[in-house]
Nanobody, 124 residues
Framework: VQLVESGGGSVRPGGSLRLSCAFSGPPANRAYMGWFRQSSGKEREGIAYIDDVGRPTYADIVKGRFTISKDNANSILYLQMTSLNAEDTGMYYC????????????????????WGQGTQVTVS
């Protein structure tokens, strides 16, 4: 699976940004897809996930503000982010993995997930 993120940048607090992740590779290896972020000095955390039938799952810290979606026709995963604040600053990564376990299980993402190179989001 290959993943290439884009759309990061600098935005004012309260602003919006949409991240994109172009994906390719065997569908079975990207049945689960997700967005993760890593802020300075913190562990990488999962913030939004989508399964093979399009059901989203969100971390509490972004629920109601971020929306994950997938355009299968064009092979793009999106993360629409609104009401951004300084705590949303970080490197955002797109990831994909096969079905298995809970979609939010981080150890599985680390173990068998494919990752993009990341795109930086700065809110200030």
């Amino acid at each position: 699976v290959q993943l290439v993120e884009s759309g990061g940048g600098s935005v004012r607090p309260g602003g919006s940004l949409r991240l994109s992740c172009a994906f390719s590779g065997p569908p079975a290896n990207r049945a689960y897809m997700g967005w993760f972020r890593q802020s300075s000095g913190k562990e990488r955390e999962g913030i939004a996930y989508i399964d093979d039938v399009g059901r989203p799952t969100y971390a509490d810290i972004v629920k109601g503000r971020f929306t994950i979606s997938k355009d299968n026709a064009n092979s793009i995963l999106y993360l629409q982010m609104t009401s951004l604040n300084a705590e949303d600053t970080g490197m955002y990564y797109c990831a994909a993995r096969p079905l298995g376990g809970l979609i939010t299980t981080m150890v599985l993402w680390r173990g068998v997930g494919a990752w993009g190179q990341g795109t930086q989001v700065t809110v200030s």
